[in-house]
């Protein structure tokens, strides 16, 4: 469809008419704009089998967002300290992963399953395991900082090479870019299912193993021992999210085809990877969209980890942490079909702007801490969570052919755009999470304590209230200025897909 005619000779033939040559032009653009028509269209099954693929990494995130933080400090009992450097290593190898991600799929070539699909097939089994035995509480104590250490950077490390070429396949799926973002919002509404899934299915297993009954009015300061079946909780929910790896593949390697391009052989090698990384950080709109959603999401993380902390040692929530939970989770879900149509209607800067709801309402919950307050806040938290993940998806495949558009000789760089993207955030996650995690240290945090200090109690008051606070606003106040990269019209797209090589993803 894409392929281009390519001049010859002149043959020895009678040359047709002006008339007859415009009527023929005419009949053959006619044709080719409804191929290309139907080429960008993409079917129902298509995208939900898309959407589908990327479940369980939401999956096992929702879980360990929500829940690792509260495992490691009262469960498996490691001091702060200890769990600071567990959630900061996990993060940074996720994150240094990507660019390697980048490099190795740069290298590798295409087979009958494509390019990117062996990637995502081939780290579903490790990936797994790795999250499986991440909630295996071992039967030694001193070595249980480096036994989770080294199976969280096992874990973010394979799931950044799940979900690089798994990300990057939006851009395989189809030229049109109405088709992307379509196929964008089934992405993360199933993903936005799939994190439901996995706060609600993880948290109902494990909720014996905490609540109210844990700490008795007449229980004194200091630790209190694990539930006797905390162990087995956790090992029940581990093994629940792990299934979902293989199933959800499995919908994904049989509903999903990579589209190829036409005007280059599928072993073609293009830009190599260190210079396309080079290309791309010195592209504006790219630099404004990493910067600013580098604030957004690690606003996002922090909210997420201390929720559950703060519900249980800074108010009187710790029975309400699943309805909350299940709140922010069901609205974001509900809403991200809603901020799809708000984002074609009104823009993608307009829609940014509903991420602020939730800057006031996070204050109010560390201020006044009651039920009403907090199912409220709960309520709007999803609503700007859903538009925060949705956004950013949404703009990178603009800015990816902004920058093709820019240069015409440019080979496609869809996965260094992506990995180094996702890397940054992770690596501002990381510092987001371990900085905050060694604040509970300093302010003396007791693991499996039932009751913390009144600094302890602050401390989580601020990581709630403040401190996404101001992320949101640097965030936001960053994304605002300056113009946005345009959408390429149809013969754009169509000149799009016959240049771009696709040799990196």
Same mark, same amino acid.
């Given at each position: 469809?894409?392929?281009?005619?390519?001049?010859?000779?002149?043959?020895?033939?009678?040359?047709?008419?002006?008339?007859?040559?415009?009527?023929?032009?005419?009949?053959?653009?006619? $044709?080719?704009?409804?191929?290309? %028509?139907?080429?960008?269209?993409?079917?129902?099954?298509?995208? +939900?089998?898309?959407?589908?693929?990327?479940?369980?990494?939401? #999956?096992?995130?929702?879980?360990?967002?929500?829940?690792?933080?509260?495992?490691?400090?009262?469960?498996? $009992?490691?001091?702060?300290?200890?769990?600071?450097?567990?959630?900061?290593?996990?993060?940074?190898?996720?994150? @240094?992963? =990507?660019?390697?991600?980048?490099?190795?799929?740069?290298?590798?070539?295409?087979?009958? %399953?494509?390019?990117?699909?062996?990637?995502?097939?081939?780290?579903?089994?490790?990936?797994?395991?790795?999250?499986?035995?991440?909630?295996?509480?071992?039967?030694?104590?001193?070595?249980?900082?480096?036994?989770?250490?080294? !199976?969280?950077?096992?874990?973010?490390?394979?799931?950044?090479?799940?979900?690089?070429?798994?990300?990057? +396949?939006?851009?395989? +799926?189809?030229?049109?870019?109405?088709?992307?973002? &379509?196929?964008?919002?089934?992405?993360?509404?199933?993903?936005?299912?799939?994190?439901?899934?996995?706060?609600?299915?993880?948290?109902?297993?494990?909720?014996? @193993?905490?609540? %109210?009954?844990?700490?008795?009015? =007449?229980?004194?300061?200091?630790?209190?021992?694990?539930?006797?079946?905390?162990?087995?909780?956790?090992?029940?929910?581990?093994?629940?999210?792990? !299934?979902?790896?293989?199933?959800?593949?499995?919908?994904?390697?049989?509903?999903?085809? /990579?589209?190829?391009?036409?005007?280059?052989?599928?072993?073609?090698?293009?830009?190599?990877?260190?210079?396309?990384?080079?290309?791309?950080?010195?592209?504006?709109?790219?630099?404004?969209?990493?910067?600013?959603?580098?604030?957004?999401?690690?606003?996002?993380?922090? /909210?997420?980890?201390?929720?559950?902390?703060? *519900?249980?040692?800074?108010?009187?929530?710790? =029975?309400?942490?699943?309805?909350?939970?299940?709140?922010?989770? #069901?609205?974001?879900?509900?809403?991200?079909?809603?901020? /799809?149509?708000? !984002? $074609?209607?009104?823009?993608?800067?307009?829609?940014?702007?509903?991420?602020?709801?939730?800057?006031?309402?996070?204050?109010?919950?560390?201020?006044?801490?009651?039920?009403?307050?907090?199912?409220?806040?709960?309520?709007?938290?999803?609503? &700007?969570?859903?538009?925060?993940?949705?956004?950013?998806?949404?703009?990178?495949?603009?800015?990816?052919?902004?920058?093709?558009?820019?240069?015409?000789?440019?080979?496609?760089?869809?996965?260094?755009?992506?990995?180094?993207?996702?890397?940054?955030?992770?690596?501002?996650?990381?510092?987001?999470?371990?900085?905050?995690?060694?604040?509970?240290?300093?302010?003396?945090?007791? &693991?499996?304590? *039932?009751?913390? &200090?009144? $600094?302890?109690? #602050?401390?989580?008051?601020? +990581?709630?209230?403040?401190?996404?606070?101001?992320?949101?606003?640097?965030?936001?106040?960053?994304?605002?200025?300056?113009?946005?990269?345009?959408?390429?019209?149809?013969?754009?797209?169509? %000149?799009?897909?016959?240049?771009?090589?696709?040799?990196? @993803?």
């Amino acid at each position: 469809v894409y392929r281009e005619a390519i001049p010859g000779p002149a043959l020895e033939t009678p040359s047709p008419s002006p008339e007859a040559h415009t009527s023929a032009q005419g009949s053959v653009s006619a $044709q080719r704009g409804r191929a290309d %028509s139907g080429a960008g269209h993409l079917s129902f099954y298509r995208k +939900l089998c898309y959407g589908i693929g990327g479940v369980p990494n939401q #999956v096992a995130s929702s879980a360990i967002a929500f829940y690792l933080q509260l495992f490691l400090l009262d469960v498996a $009992q490691i001091p702060a300290a200890q769990v600071s450097l567990v959630l900061f290593g996990g993060k940074v190898s996720g994150a @240094a992963a =990507d660019p390697l991600a980048g490099f190795l799929i740069n290298r590798s070539r295409r087979t009958g %399953s494509g390019r990117l699909m062996p990637w995502v097939l081939g780290c579903m089994p490790f990936i797994a395991l790795a999250y499986f035995f991440l909630w295996f509480l071992p039967p030694f104590i001193t070595l249980r900082g480096l036994w989770y250490t080294t !199976l969280y950077c096992l874990f973010q490390g394979l799931a950044t090479f799940f979900q690089v070429p798994y990300t990057a +396949l939006t851009m395989l +799926l189809t030229p049109n870019p109405k088709e992307r973002d &379509s196929a964008t919002a089934y992405r993360m509404t199933l993903e936005m299912a799939g994190t439901l899934m996995g706060a609600t299915v993880h948290g109902l297993i494990v909720s014996g @193993a905490h609540g %109210s009954h844990r700490c008795k009015e =007449d229980t004194l300061p200091g630790e209190v021992a694990v539930s006797p079946n905390a162990t087995r909780l956790y090992f029940i929910a581990s093994a629940v999210v792990a !299934l979902t790896y293989p199933v959800c593949s499995t919908f994904l390697y049989l509903g999903v085809k /990579e589209r190829t391009d036409p005007s280059t052989p599928a072993s073609g090698q293009g830009l190599g990877f260190l210079a396309g990384l080079g290309l791309t950080v010195r592209h504006q709109p790219y630099l404004k969209l990493v910067i600013s959603f580098l604030f957004i999401s690690a606003a996002v993380q922090v /909210e997420q980890s201390y929720l559950v902390l703060f *519900c249980t040692h800074a108010s009187q929530l710790q =029975d309400h942490v699943q309805g909350m939970v299940l709140t922010i989770l #069901v609205s974001a879900v509900l809403s991200t079909p809603m901020w /799809e149509w708000v !984002l $074609q209607r009104f823009g993608k800067r307009m829609s940014a702007l509903g991420i602020c709801a939730m800057v006031p309402f996070a204050i109010l919950l560390a201020a006044v801490p009651t039920v009403p307050v907090a199912y409220v806040v709960a309520f709007v938290s999803g609503l &700007s969570i859903a538009v925060s993940l949705l956004l950013p998806w949404s703009m990178l495949p603009d800015v990816v052919d902004d920058f093709q558009l820019q240069h015409q000789h440019g080979p496609g760089l869809e996965t260094i755009f992506y990995s180094s993207y996702v890397f940054f955030t992770k690596l501002s996650g990381a510092g987001a999470l371990g900085i905050s995690t060694l604040s509970l240290d300093f302010a003396g945090y007791e &693991s499996g304590a *039932c009751r913390q &200090s009144e $600094q302890v109690v #602050v401390t989580l008051k601020v +990581l709630i209230g403040a401190v996404p606070t101001s992320m949101i606003l640097i965030g936001l106040c960053i994304l605002m200025v300056g113009p946005t990269p345009k959408v390429p019209s149809r013969a754009n797209s169509r %000149s799009l897909g016959r240049r771009t090589s696709y040799t990196l @993803a």
